[in-house]
C-alpha cells in the first residue's frame, strides 16, 4: 500500500469509516487485444451489406438524437452480438436502464459474446458490488479506470489531497464496439436520464453509429485504454464491502429491477426479435464519409489530455463561412476565444447553443460560462440557451415519464455544411485540457446537412432563449413570446447556490 492510500485509510479508521483497497494479486483472465471483426451473425450480414456501398476509406454513419434511438442502439448491438463487445463508459447508473443493459450483457455472455467493460472510477465505488459481480461472469471482464484506493465517500477527501494530480484527469470516453463491426461515440452515458426515464430530468443528447473504416481506429484506441496502467481488473483491486454477488443473486437482483420498472420496459421494446429488426434496418437510410477519429492518451499520470483539445480547436480554426455549436459546458480558454474572435472578425457566422442555468446540471459550469456572454455578443457570435420546458422534451421523455426539466447534454460541431464533429468533448476547460474525450471528424456534406438541422432546431424560439443585447446594452432573453430582462432562473434558492458558486476560486475547471 502507498504512503497516501496508507494516509487515507488510516483517517478512514481514525473517522470510522471502512472501505479501502488495494491492488489484489488476484489471477484474472484479460484479452489485451481486440478479436477479429466477426463473418457471421446478424451485424456481420448487414456491415457486408453496408461495406459494398463503401469506398476503402469512407464509413456509413447515423446520428442518434432521441432517446429512444440511444436506447434501442444500445440494446440491438448487445442483443445481436455473435464474438465481442467492447464498452467503455465514463457513468454507468445503477438504476433500470443501467441493470438492464447490465443483464443483457450477461445473456451476450451466455451466448460466448466476449465482453471488455472499461468503467471510469469517477463514481463507481457505490456500485462496486454490482460490476464485481458482473465480472464473475467466464465471459466478461471488467475493469476500472484511474481508480481510488478508498471505496468509501468521506475519506476520499484526505485521498484527493496526496493524489490531486492523477484523481483529476478521469475517463470521459464513450464507446461501444460490436463484433469489430460497428461502433458507436458519443455523449450519453448509461443511466435512465439519458434515456429518457428518469423523473428528476433527462437529457437532450446525441450519438453517432458508424461502419467502415472508422471502427478499426476506434478498436484500437479501446485496446490502448484497456492495457493502459490506470485500467485495473475490477477483481484484483477490490473487495465491495457489501461483498460480491454471485451470479445468480446478480441476476435476480436484475430481474426484480426490470419488474419494477415495467412501465418502462414496456416503453420500449426489448424483444430479441426488435434488436434484430433494428439490425436489420441500418442498410437502408445513413450518410456516407471519410473521417478521422481523435482520442486522448490513456496514460494521463505522464502525459497530459490534450490532444482531442488540440485538433478540436484546429478543426474549429478551418472555418470558412459558417460554425454551428451545441455544447452543454462553454467555458472557454483564450486560445479558444482568439479563434472565434478571428472568426468573426472574417465575417463568419458563428451559432452557439449551450445550457441555460436552468437546464445546467453542473451550477459550477454555468458560473464559469455567464462572464462569457456580454463578450461572445460583441464578436456577433448568435448565442442560445436551453429552455428547461423545451418542445423537444417529448423526443427525449419515453414510458410516460413526466421529468422536471430537459438538460442540454450534446456536443457537436457543424463547419461550412461539410464537416461534422460528434463525441465526447465540451468546450471547457475539463473537456480541453483535463479529462479523456473522444470523437469523430467527418468529411460528409449529408451527415452536416442533418447535423445542423438537429442543432438548430434545439435552437428555435420553442426551445432555447435568444441572448441579446437591448437598446441600453443589457441582457435580454428572448423567444417569439417576450423579452426577459433578467435571466430566468428556478427561484431564488437557485439565485443563491449561483451567488455562492461564483465565490469559488476553481472556475478555471468547470
Known sequence: MSWYALVACSLAVLTGFAGCATYRPTPVSESQVALPAATDGPIAAVAQRISSQLQADESALWLLPTSRDAFLSRLGLIDTA????????????????????????????????????????????????????????????????????????????????????????????????????????????????????YEKFVQHDLDILFSGALVGPVESDFDNYWRAGLSVPIQRYLKPRRGPLSLAELRLMFGETIIEGERLAQAYDTSATSSEQWI?????????????????????????????????????????????????????????????????ARGVRIVLLTNSIQTNNHMLAHVGYKRWRKRLLRMGIELFEAKPDAALMSSHTVGGTTPEFLGLHSKAIVIDDRWSLVGTPNLDPRALKINTENAVIVDSIDLARRLKTLILEAAVPENAWRIQFDARGQLVWSDDEQQLKREPKNGFGQRIKEFLFSLLPIKNQA
Open 280 to 344: 436489420q434496418s441500418l442498410d437502408r437510410d445513413f450518410s456516407v464519409g471519410k473521417g478521422r477519429y481523435i482520442f486522448d492518451d490513456p496514460d494521463v499520470r505522464t502525459v497530459r489530455p490534450e490532444q482531442v483539445g488540440e485538433e478540436l480547436l484546429e478543426f474549429l480554426a478551418t472555418t470558412q463561412r459558417e460554425l454551428i455549436i451545441v455544447t452543454a459546458y462553454f467555458v472557454p480558454s483564450d486560445e479558444l476565444m482568439q479563434i472565434l474572435e478571428s472568426l468573426a
Open 82 to 197: 455473435t464474438t465481442s463487445l467492447d464498452i467503455q463508459y465514463f457513468l454507468w447508473q445503477d438504476d433500470w436502464s443501467g441493470q438492464f443493459l447490465l443483464e443483457r450483457l450477461l445473456q451476450a455472455a451466455d451466448r460466448g459474446v466476449r465482453v471488455r467493460l472499461l468503467i471510469d472510477d469517477v463514481a463507481e465505488f457505490s456500485r462496486d458490488a454490482m460490476m464485481f459481480g458482473v465480472s464473475r461472469h467466464p465471459n466478461i471482464e471488467v475493469k476500472i479506470f484511474n481508480p481510488w484506493r478508498t471505496r468509501t465517500r468521506m475519506p476520499r477527501a484526505a485521498e484527493w489531497v496526496f493524489r490531486v494530480d492523477t484523481l483529476n484527469h478521469r475517463l470521459h470516453n464513450k464507446t461501444i464496439i460490436a463484433d469489430g463491426l460497428f461502433a458507436m461515440i458519443g455523449g450519453r452515458n448509461v443511466g435512465d436520464r439519458y434515456f429518457g426515464v
